[in-house]
């Protein structure tokens, strides 16, 4: 496996590892059948008037898997926080990727695995604020992919 | 540097590369030529020849040598099937080197159907069922002498014999015992070996196939009238001649290498799971090569061992050199009934010729912390 | 000691062996392995890859690396053949090398009916054959890109278009060509291209097959996903280093070489010709190898040639490497239409790299003698 | 082909080469075509009691052929000088290989055309003497080799 510069960095020295106690949203994706299980926990600036604009404040990761897995949910860690929700599930594997400087072909369903991961946080903030409504538009762990 | 994947491959013996020097310039005829330089090569290679012969204890004319042990098992495998047409069964084990494993799939496509034999926690094969198994209308049973990812050692004996009584032809892929342990072809049974000499300190691009005086297959390459029309092509001269000098150095030096390097083996696999809870050796805990140190650290995935390894230049594998590109589990440690998260996180320490007690020391003092830095970073892991 | 036997094969450039020596020992993973060690021995092979696809002017992906010509036949045949089973018939031509002749020949066991082309009393392939014989139950058209014997190229893109017009693949084996000639697949008509190390001062045991991305084969060897899961086996890494090298070589000094060895070779066939009588050229006067030269010696047997220059030290061929074991007449010089006492009177001289004006002068100095002492023992010869 | 040194020897330096202007017999077997073809003159010295106790004198050969096929004819050259007749019948061509310290497998058929094409020699000389029912005892070249 050839990783760029970029994920050895974020593998060797991976940000926001970690739990936090109190989350206001816990997302799981993977399975370690594949190989790969991703759990990211945020810390949310509540909105009010509006849930879209409402702001990741802290997030913290955990990860099983392989050197790809770890460097993806630490740049998506870094790339989600202080992001709106709105802003967050915008973002694409893709936007991993490219931040560091691209993964091999093999290991590009680990970039989806952080994206998703963490939009699994979010369903799960929206879902205990009582608004599943929400929540069920966001997308989440695909079950194709794992 | 630490390498410590000896079972991918292994470094090439300077006393080897000294010995096919000068079959590149000055002594670099065509063995098939009938002039005086064509005469040296043939020379060199018979010599070769007769070396590998007394590593086996085979007879000269039953050793064919191949660009590796991949070739070897594809000769072994497709030429036995393709030179006759009533036979249609292959079986084979649950563990066994992609070499064996997909030829044997590809040979559905000719009309034979393919069995594999399954094996216990240990990697040893199921001889019950083997038995169960082999019929008259068995061309080939393909079992391999040592498992390349965990190193247990299978029955050969017990498996010619079950398989002899029905006329079947017995291959095994002896890549990775070749040079390392003993093997008498003469009293095991085997009527077909594969070999490899990058496994055991010689050069890459080449091995062997030895098949028993009798046995019928058709050439995987065919040309002109090289290896008894055997096998076609030019010979490779200087892989050969490093073949047969990495057979005479492993005739004179194996046992006393085989007793320094399964000390080191246990020396790491005492220091590491003293440090370490929740390990697991994966493989039998005496059949086995003793240079492979197979285990399964709970909770974490073997890519990112390897790299944190690979990072304080400590080289290793996580399932054989093949597999590590690939996202699927091991095929042996799941045959093994190891479950998926175990298999995923298995790593494989292989010792050979150039480690030093250093080396071990260097990885006890090392992993211990790799593993809790991942550990600690795992969801599964509840301390 | 004179070598004019560069066609069966030459000596290993030093400067290639030099480049290969790191991968014996230093950096010798395995490229498979995903450590630091193993990159840097993947690097070496793609750096190889590059410079091969610069000589053929082919795309990177479409090289892989074979144990030699022989191989990179076989591969190209049998594996078009294996992957489809609607198209049955093969075409080759009558001068091939054995390692396309016997292989074309094999593969009637599974169904395929095998045309040879003829060809004229220069070696070259009746075109107005080919094109009758070309329709839509052909599978592929084997044709050499230049003879080993007697050194004769053939119109390339001539086949290439009558090939294509049918949907056919096109193979050619350029073991021949590869390193000695400017070749450029993207404007040939090639879809495929054999060609071995060992024939232009790279080492034995390797080559390589070049295939039109698209073109459909199943591998020879099944086994690992090396080689984009179409060659599978460790890969010889010093053996592609050195071919990598000599193709670096070649592109750099073919085309003053070639002009080099065309004056030698012109040198040499003046001089015996004019001092021996009844000498036949055999081959193609123009469109010829620069470093071939095949004679016909009225009166006079091939191989007692050989014996009476070995004694003096020099080194010639009669037919090919692999013929010469044989008792019959090469079946080129036959299908060029040579009576047999001519083709058993054949004589080929191959020069190379390391030829000089003096060995040639040493050859005809030496030569006239020789025949004139065989010619007196002959029953044929009447002076 | 690995030549031992008896045959390179007689190749080299073979013995008895050339014509006799005026032989008592003269055999040739072998055929261009198989690449090997010998001519044999002998010289008689004439036994009117006993045919079979005649004795060749002198006798020279020709060859087109290889290596093995130079040396067999200047070997059988040698062995059947001086012999008589049915000592020379009784050659065979196992006589001619392991007097040359044996021959390569795919060369034995050199060895039987030297001892054939003596006796064709020796066929030739009864004829003349009239005895085509001695010579027609003698095999001489067989078709099936060439
Ligand atoms: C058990 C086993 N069989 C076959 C092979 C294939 O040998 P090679 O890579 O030399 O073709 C290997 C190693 O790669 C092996 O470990
Ligand atoms: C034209 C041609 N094709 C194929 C081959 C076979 O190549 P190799 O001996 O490297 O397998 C040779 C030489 O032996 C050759 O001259």
């Given at each position: 496996m050839q990783y760029s510069q970029k994920v050895m960095d974020h593998f060797m020295?991976?940000?926001?590892?970690g739990e936090i106690q109190n989350a206001d949203g816990v997302g799981t994706c993977g399975n370690p059948v594949c190989g790969d299980l991703m759990t990211f926990y945020v810390k949310i600036e509540p909105r009010t008037d509006n849930l879209d604009m409402a702001r990741i404040t802290e997030i913290r990761f955990k990860t099983f898997g392989c050197g790809a897995a770890i460097a993806v949910a630490s740049m998506a860690s870094e790339m989600a926080k202080g992001k709106t929700l709105s802003e967050v599930v915008d973002l694409s594997r893709d936007d991993v990727a490219d931040n560091l400087d691209g993964l091999p072909p093999v290991k590009m369903h680990c970039s989806n695995l952080g994206v998703q991961a963490i939009q699994e946080a979010l369903k799960d903030y929206l879902t205990k604020m009582g608004r599943r409504d929400l929540a069920s538009k966001i997308k989440g762990c695909s079950k194709e992919e794992h | 540097m630490i390498y410590l994947d000896y079972n991918a491959t292994t470094p090439t013996d300077s006393r080897v590369v000294e010995a096919m020097l000068?079959?590149?310039?000055?002594?670099?005829?065509?063995?098939?030529?009938?002039?005086t330089a064509g005469h040296k090569a043939r020379e060199a290679l018979e010599g070769s020849r007769t070396a590998l012969a007394e590593l086996l204890k085979?007879?000269?004319?039953e050793i064919y040598f191949t660009s590796g042990g991949t070739e070897a098992d594809n000769t072994a495998i497709k030429g036995t099937s393709f030179a006759q047409d009533k036979r249609k069964k292959i079986i084979t084990s649950a563990i066994e080197h992609h070499a064996v494993l997909t030829t044997c799939e590809y040979m559905k496509k000719f009309g034979f159907r393919v069995v594999k034999v399954p094996v216990d926690h240990y990697g040893v094969v199921d001889l019950d069922f083997l038995e169960q198994e082999?019929?008259?209308?068995?061309l080939i049973v393909s079992i391999m002498h040592?498992?390349?990812?965990?190193g247990t050692i299978e029955p050969l004996e017990k498996i010619g014999e079950i398989v002899h009584r029905h006329g079947v032809i017995f291959h095994t892929d002896a890549v990775q015992t070749v040079g390392k342990i003993p093997i008498d072809v003469r009293t095991s049974g085997i009527d077909m070996l594969s070999l490899s000499a990058h496994k055991f300190c010689g050069p890459k691009g080449i091995g062997a196939l030895y098949v028993r005086k009798g046995v019928r297959f058709d050439p995987l390459s065919h040309g002109g009238h090289h290896e008894g029309g055997k096998r076609a092509g030019t010979e490779n001269v200087p892989g050969i001649v490093g073949l047969g000098k990495a057979c005479e150095i492993a005739l004179d030096e194996m046992s006393a290498e085989e007793k320094r390097i399964r000390k080191l083996r246990d020396r790491l696999w005492q220091g590491i799971s003293e440090r370490i809870p929740e390990l697991k050796l994966n493989g039998h805990p005496e059949k086995r090569l003793a240079n492979t140190l197979n285990v399964s650290v709970k909770y974490v995935e073997g890519e990112s061992m390897l790299l944190q390894l690979d990072a304080r230049g400590i080289f290793a594998s996580s399932g054989s050199a093949c597999t590590s590109?690939?996202?699927?589990?091991s095929h042996v440690l799941l045959a093994m009934g190891l479950p998926h998260d175990m298999a995923h996180g298995s790593l494989r320490f292989s010792c050979g010729r150039y480690n030093t007690e250093r080396d071990i020391d260097k990885v006890i003092e090392v992993f211990p912390g790799i593993v809790e830095k991942l550990r600690v970073m795992s969801p599964l892991y509840r301390p």
């Open positions: 020295n991976p940000r926001n590892v | 000068p079959y590149f310039h000055d002594i670099s005829a065509n063995p098939s030529s009938i002039h085979s007879r000269n004319d082999v019929d008259d209308n068995t040592a498992n390349n990812e965990v590109g690939s996202l699927e589990a």
